[in-house]
């Protein structure tokens, strides 16, 4: 009798399971049919112009809180290094302003007024460099710190190649087939995608071509019914676009430029799997076929550049260096604790140092994040939290309120945090070190962006089981490569560990990588770049025709 209802048991809970499959299964049912419904009423709609007080509306949501490059402290790019390498990488034509990008390739008319919108006047580093590589045809792999502008330098490119007379606000939909995006950008979070599509639609404004996201963790009916209208660009996490294009509501047939943003994180959270499905194992058009390829992140470890190497053809390597290898627009401090219990009080003081700043405070666990943020209000801070546990729309919500600066203090975990973009932040403080150094360039890099001035406050637990001895090594070495002094109590400690600088998990280079193909590198300042170097084309450099490679257009084939 025992044996028997442990038996049945087993079967309740088998039962369960496939009471939830059938139910999931004919949820996606529901929702496929609901998407070949919509495309069918509406396959027209992209194509009808909005009115006029529509898009005043839209101009005003998307563009109202672009600062674009007020307070940015572009002196300090002058002297970055700048790594290139790959075939041709040596005739590089920078440009200084997008004025001058604009005279050059003659960007379509609405790129360059949403770029006036954007109040944007002089690129950053990755963005002199990438978008002319980007717009000769060429495949690139660019690796730049956090926070360099990495978004407008792969989106300007992709839309000034797209011919509007072929996009979705031009021809619409064909009834009865799948959403056929032409370019595809994928990203490790749901919150990098809905900022890369946030730049997407500012960029793309007032023109022909559509922009849609999908991503997982909310309900797939609001993105299905964008998809049904029509879409040129799609940014995705790969989980979510691999569910859409197995559920044969999306094709990656007609894609000509795929873009893998945040390329490290992705693969540190397991999307490999999912990346090379979409990427190989569908209907997309390979590198061979002239698809273009674009890849984007602060570090590129090896095992990256060689899942690379099998999506890209010839590609240039851009590496711009870490502005004094971490950042030297951010000061950085350190506070001793002595044990964990210590750290809420020490917290507290250091927010009430600063009761003004935009402040993010980074934690290890989720439950420290839901913690901290009663406690810091309770002690009359504005503040919010973002973790993994919460639902999406109290995520956002969070987020909504910190940026618009109703709260002043926002507590996140590490993962919760990866790929957001918050310009407002003006002190980064991490309640706890993580265990490697690049998560710690990765962290106060959210402060100090695109030459900003920022603040860093760490507290470091130098005692029992909590010490962050593992960093330490690595900290001396930011520190040092960033002029900026060591505290006694750090010296003491490593001097007793027998601890020296450039310990603590950091790889690579002060780019963040290098080529993994090897072959020659050629190292240039940023204020060493512009039109008129070297000696042809152009009345400069580069050896004929438009710029270093000849301006060609990406396969209009494709597109």
Not at 202 to 224: C, D, H, T, W
Not at 493 to 520: E, K, T, V
Request: proline share 5%; glycine share 14%.
């Amino acid at each position: 009798g025992k044996g028997w209802g442990g038996g049945g048991g087993g079967w309740g809970k088998s039962q369960s399971r496939m009471e939830q499959d059938y139910h999931k299964d004919a949820k996606t049912g529901r929702e496929v049919s609901a998407f070949w419904d919509m495309q069918a009423k509406n396959s027209k709609q992209a194509t009808q112009p909005p009115p006029k007080w529509k898009l005043d509306a839209e101009m005003k949501e998307i563009f109202s809180s672009h600062d674009g490059n007020v307070g940015i402290n572009f002196d300090k790019y002058d002297d970055i290094p700048v790594e290139t390498s790959g075939e041709g990488s040596e005739s590089i034509q920078t440009v200084g302003t997008f004025q001058e990008l604009w005279n050059y390739f003659q960007l379509p008319d609405f790129l360059w007024q949403n770029t006036e919108r954007c109040k944007y006047t002089k690129p950053t580093p990755i963005q002199r460099y990438a978008i002319p590589v980007a717009m000769s045809g060429r495949d690139a792999m660019c690796c730049a710190q956090t926070g360099s502008g990495k978004t407008c330098a792969f989106l300007m490119p992709i839309l000034s190649a797209i011919d509007e007379s072929q996009a979705t606000g031009a021809v619409g939909v064909e009834v009865g087939q799948p959403a056929c995006p032409k370019v595809v950008i994928l990203a490790p979070t749901r919150e990098l995608c809905s900022q890369i599509h946030l730049e997407a639609r500012k960029l793309s404004f007032n023109s022909k071509i559509r922009a849609s996201e999908v991503y997982g963790g909310v309900p797939a009916m609001p993105q299905l019914k964008e998809l049904a209208i029509g879409s040129d660009i799609v940014t995705a996490t790969p989980g979510r676009l691999t569910d859409f294009i197995n559920r044969g509501v999306v094709s990656m047939r007609s894609v000509g430029y795929l873009v893998l943003d945040e390329a490290d994180r992705m693969l540190d959270m397991g999307f490999e799997p999912q990346i090379r499905e979409i990427v190989q194992k569908h209907d997309m058009p390979q590198s061979s076929a002239g698809r273009m390829t674009l890849m984007f992140s602060a570090t590129f470890p090896k095992e990256i550049q060689k899942l690379a190497q099998a999506f890209m053809r010839n590609y240039i390597w851009v590496g711009v260096g870490r502005v004094g290898g971490a950042c030297d627009s951010v000061t950085q401090n350190f506070v001793e604790v002595y044990n964990n219990s210590q750290k809420s009080q020490t917290l507290l003081k250091v927010l009430r140092e600063n009761p003004n700043d935009s402040t993010l405070v980074f934690v290890a666990m989720k439950r420290t994040a839901a913690a901290l943020e009663p406690e810091l209000s309770r002690a009359g801070f504005q503040a919010v939290a973002i973790h993994g546990d919460m639902e999406q729309p109290a995520r956002e919500n969070s987020l909504s309120k910190f940026r618009s600066g109703k709260a002043k203090v926002l507590v996140a975990t590490d993962v919760a945090a990866r790929g957001l973009d918050i310009p407002v932040v003006s002190h980064v403080i991490n309640h706890d070190l993580p265990e490697n150094v690049e998560d710690y360039v990765h962290r106060i890099g959210r402060t100090g962006r695109i030459g900003r001035k920022g603040w860093a406050t760490s507290l470091f637990a130098t005692q029992g089981n909590w010490a962050n001895t593992k960093i330490l090594g690595g900290l001396l070495e930011v520190l040092g490569d960033a002029g900026q002094p060591v505290p006694d109590f750090m010296q003491r400690l490593a001097s007793s560990r027998g601890i020296r600088a450039g310990g603590g998990g950091r790889r690579g280079s002060g780019f963040g990588g290098s080529d993994a193909r090897g072959g020659q590198v050629h190292t240039s300042k940023v204020s060493g770049g512009g039109w008129g170097k070297g000696g042809g084309g152009k009345g400069k450099g580069g050896g004929g025709g438009k710029g270093g490679f000849g301006h060609q257009a990406p396969p209009q084939a494709l597109l």
